[in-house]
Structure formats: C-alpha cells, structure tokens
C-alpha cells in the first residue's frame, strides 16, 4: 500500500498564506496553495502605486515566482467559494471550473479583508477604495485625469471640483495618501500645465474621529496632523460623511464639490467565516482558539485579517505583521503535528510597532514605549518596508526610484492607462469598474459628461 502523504490546502497568498508556505518547505506533504490572483500583494505601498510614485510591478510578485523553488508546494490560481468541515475540501472556481472540490488535510484559511462601506455600499461608486493593484491604478487614473480635465476646461469656474480631492478615512492609509498626494500635487505636477495651477488644488482629508491614525498615541496622531497640515492637507475631524455622489460629499452638512473621492475608512474581512458557519466577531471575523484552529476542528487554521483572536484582552490588529506570524506559527504547528512531534504552546504576537509616513521625509514610529516622529522615522520606514518586500528585485528597483524621487521629484508611473481596450474611449476616465469586472464601462461617474 502506498503511503498517504498529508495534503496540506493554504488558501490565499498574501502575508499569512505566503508565510506559511514557507514555513511548510520542508515538510513532508503536498502543499497546495490557492489564490484568487497570480500575485503576493504589498498592501503597505498600494498608496504609492495610486500616487505615481511605483508602478503595479514594484509592489506585487508572482506566487508562482516566490514560490517556485519549493518543491512540495503547487500554485492554483482560482477562487474558493465554499468549505466543507465534514468532507474536508474547499470548492474552487475558474474560468473554466465552477466550485470543483479540492480536498485536504489540514486547511489554512488566509483570505484577508476588502473594503467596507459601513452599510453604504451605494458609495462605492463615486468613492473607490485601495485594496487591490486594480483599486490603485484606477484611483491613479481618476487623480491624473482631474488634472487633465481641468486643463482641458474653458471655464475656470469648472476648475475647482476636478482640482479638490477628498479622502474618506484618516487611519494609516488616508493620511498616508494625502500626504503622497501633496507631493505629487505640489511638486512633480507644479510646472507642467498652462492652464490650471496644480499646487491650488484642495486635498481634504475626512474622519468622524478626533484624531487623525486613532491607532496611534495622542503624541503622534497630533504630530502626523500638524504635518499633514503644514503640506496643506484640510483636515476635518469630528464628522463622518453623510452623502457621497457625483458631485463630491456632504459633511456636516456642508457640501464640498469633488470630481475625485477616494475611500480609505473601514476593512472588512472575507466570508471565511460564512463558508465555515461559525462564530464571528461583530466585523465577520472568525473566532479562533489560541492554536489559531477552529474550536472542534484541529485541522483548520484561520489567520490573518480575516481571524480574530484576542491578546491580553484585547483583539490584535489588522496588520502585515499579526498574519506573517500566524501564518509561520500555523504552518510549523502542521510541520509538528505531520513529523509527529507535539504541539508547540499557543501563539503569541510579537508587536514590532507601527508606522505610518506623512509626505517626503516624516514618518510616524511607535514601538513599545518608544515614539518617534520626523525625518529618523521615515528612513527606519523605509528600510522595514524594503526589508518585507517579497523578492530583492523589488527592494532594488523601488529604492531606486525612491532615491530618485527624492532628489529629482519626478514619479515613475504618471501614465493613465485604459487596461480595457482602445485609449481615448471614456472607458478609460473610469477603468476602476473595468478592470475590476471586466465588463465594458459603466456610465462615467461626472467627469466625462461634461467633455462633450
Ligand atoms: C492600503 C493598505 C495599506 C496597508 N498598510 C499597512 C501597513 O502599513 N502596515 C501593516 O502592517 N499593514 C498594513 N495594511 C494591512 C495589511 O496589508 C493586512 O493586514 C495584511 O495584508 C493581512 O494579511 P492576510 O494574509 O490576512 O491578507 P492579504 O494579505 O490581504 O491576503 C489575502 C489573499 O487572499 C486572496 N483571497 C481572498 N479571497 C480569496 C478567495 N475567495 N479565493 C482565493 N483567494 C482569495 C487574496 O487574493 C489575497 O492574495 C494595509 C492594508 C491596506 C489595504
């Protein structure tokens, strides 16, 4: 009789999945791990993708890439659409299968988050978020275009809703965002247009909060929104928005016109939780055990931003670091349990810190009892993201063009791109929805309409 070798069935590869593929290469099992995408994802600099700093390329590689000198271990690009616990197989779809089963023996379940719209889904339309590389060139897209189109108008009057941008959301990503966006306005953009002055453009930044990055301690939030007031960022705290349209937002019942919303508030994670019918937090989470398995069902590893698990009483956060060692501590407990060795005790995360940067040359540190702010921060920024990039082509190519944004001001990927078709179609004024379903372009939201 042939041997059974454990198959061992990782769904997602973004920073939980991937690190604990890696922490399977050497056991002895079939690792199989299946992603909706061809590609690991640097969330943490998806802001610089949609502010032309990087380019899509800089920030996502290949799973099959990262993964191709792991012998035990097979990429399969498709969407899990369903677990069965009983059957111990989840159901995948592609462009060729509909929820095909694949069984295992262990699962992990590493799916991550999307963007929530806080019951208002009905705001998608005219205020994308930044999730995906998709999200991020389409946002790029909308910023370039404003520009474009306020150059391209006859009356000035028209110019100050395509020039105001607003940003939904003052956690990491909107701060971080609007202070890239200052940059690109102020300076790579300043000098190459006629018509219109682009440093007169209006960035604000809106949260029902009272702090901007609430994460953080009161020093460095008020730091951080000193900065991002100094680069000329409007913040207004205190009031979430009440209405999102073609038009702009309504805030406090103040109306501010804007052809350029960008959502960057609230995550929530992915139906894992619904496809395993089990006890969730109030966000959708999946309630793990300190083993980070499903209470019942040993097998079953959940991890990431899509796992909720609470650490001295309180949940640990939705960040790069918390499913990097969840995903390495449920692969070496499979690693034991495969190699018939006991247990390893329950997890425990290890907070490194958190950090957030605020245009060229300040950055916000936090670790332990240690706060930093300004120009030290941002190099220890920079090097910590260098340093977590999947592939060192990556670390090279983007301190590259950082160092020579630094010195030059210049971005490496201003380019609008219609990622459907024929350039010139006002398809590519909205290729968000397009790229993102595929399907042909939806009516423009605004902007296009008033070309003609
Ligand atoms: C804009 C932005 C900025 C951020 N900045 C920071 C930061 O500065 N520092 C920090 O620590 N964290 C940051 N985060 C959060 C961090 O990126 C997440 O906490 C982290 O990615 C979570 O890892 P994960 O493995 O749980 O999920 P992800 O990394 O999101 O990976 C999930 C994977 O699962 C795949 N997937 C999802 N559903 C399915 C399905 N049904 N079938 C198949 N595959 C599927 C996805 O394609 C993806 O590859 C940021 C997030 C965003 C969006």
């Not at 730091?223 to 805030?251: S, T, Y």
């Not at 899509?306 to 939705?318: C, M, N, Y």
């Not at 950090?355 to 300004?374: D, E, I, N």
Request: hydrophobic share 40%; with cysteine; net charge positive.
């Amino acid at each position: 009789m042939r041997e059974h070798i454990p198959r061992v069935v990782i769904v997602g590869g973004g920073f939980g999945g991937l690190a604990a593929a890696k922490a399977l290469r050497k056991t002895p099992a079939q690792i199989v791990l299946i992603d909706r995408t061809n590609h690991h994802l640097f969330q943490p600099l998806l802001y610089q993708v949609a502010t032309c700093l990087l380019g899509p390329a800089h920030i996502g590689s290949p799973i099959r890439g990262i993964l191709g000198n792991q012998k035990n271990t097979t990429v399969i690009m498709g969407e899990v659409t369903g677990v069965d616990k009983d059957q111990r197989c989840v159901f995948v779809s592609d462009a060729d299968r509909k929820g095909a089963p694949v069984s295992y023996d262990y699962l992990i379940l590493a799916t991550g988050a999307r963007h929530s719209y806080f019951g208002h889904d009905e705001f998608e339309k005219f205020a994308p978020g930044l999730k995906g590389l998709a999200d991020a060139v389409a946002i790029r897209n909308k910023i370039l275009q404003a520009f474009e189109q306020a150059e391209g108008e006859e009356d000035p009057r028209r110019h100050r809703d395509l020039l105001t941008f607003v940003l939904v959301g003052a956690g990491p990503t909107g701060v971080e965002l609007a202070g890239a966006l200052t940059h690109l306005i102020r300076k790579t953009l300043r000098s190459e247009f006629r018509r219109i002055d682009p440093s007169t453009a209006r960035i604000v930044l809106v949260d029902m909060g009272n702090r901007v990055l609430g994460s953080f301690s009161e020093d460095l939030s008020k730091a951080a929104k000193q900065q991002l007031e100094k680069l000329g960022v409007e913040v207004r705290l205190g009031h979430g928005v009440d209405q999102i349209d073609e038009d702009g937002v309504i805030v406090a019942g103040e109306r501010i016109l804007s052809k350029t919303v960008i959502w960057t508030a609230g995550v929530a994670p992915s139906p894992a939780g619904k496809w395993l019918n089990v006890e969730t937090d109030r966000a959708g989470r999946v309630r793990i055990q300190k083993d980070l398995t499903l209470p019942g069902h040993h097998e079953i590893f959940v991890v990431g931003d899509t796992a909720s698990l609470d650490q001295d009483g309180r949940p640990l956060a939705g960040v790069a670091q918390v499913a990097m060692q969840q995903g390495r501590y449920a692969g070496k407990q499979i690693h034991r349990n495969v190699t018939g060795q006991a247990p390893a005790g329950p997890f425990r995360y290890f907070d490194k810190g958190t950090m957030a940067v605020v245009g060229k040359g300040f950055a916000g540190l936090q670790t332990g009892k240690l706060h930093l702010s300004g120009l030290l921060a941002w190099l220890a920024w920079g090097a910590v993201h260098l340093e977590f990039l999947a592939q060192s082509n990556l670390r090279v190519s983007v301190f590259l063009q950082w160092v020579w944004t630094y010195l030059t001001d210049q971005r490496g990927s201003r380019l609008i791109l219609n990622l459907h078709g024929s350039e010139g179609r006002t398809a590519a004024v909205y290729p968000h929805e397009v790229i993102v379903s595929g399907k042909s372009a939806p009516k423009a939201i605004g902007v296009a309409d008033r070309v003609h």
